[in-house]
């Protein structure tokens, strides 16, 4: 019995709402037009491990300014 009412009300509801606008993502399947050179990806690589790494070496570079109590 409730699966029969839960599927009148979902109906309802959807019936209730309207049309609805679906949105697509915009993710391309074709290759790049213009590839990318081993320069430029191993500065992206570079930044990228920069931008994970860094934040955690500055907290290991100084943790014993950390560690003390003012």
Same mark, same amino acid.
């Given at each position: 019995? +409730?699966?029969? *009412?839960?599927?009148? +009300? =979902?109906?309802?509801?959807?019936? /209730?709402?309207?049309? =609805? %606008? =679906?949105?697509? #993502?915009?993710?391309? =399947?074709?290759?790049?037009?213009?590839?990318? !050179?081993?320069?430029e990806s @191993? %500065? !992206? *690589?570079? /930044?990228?491990? /920069? #931008? @994970?790494l860094g934040? +955690? !070496?500055? %907290? /290991?570079?100084? %943790?014993?300014?950390?560690?003390k109590k003012?």
């Amino acid at each position: 019995m +409730s699966g029969l *009412l839960r599927t009148i +009300s =979902t109906r309802t509801a959807l019936a /209730l709402r309207g049309p =609805t %606008i =679906t949105q697509r #993502a915009s993710v391309f =399947t074709r290759p790049a037009k213009d590839p990318l !050179g081993p320069s430029e990806s @191993i %500065i !992206g *690589l570079g /930044l990228f491990a /920069l #931008a @994970i790494l860094g934040p +955690s !070496g500055w %907290i /290991l570079a100084n %943790i014993e300014d950390y560690k003390k109590k003012d």
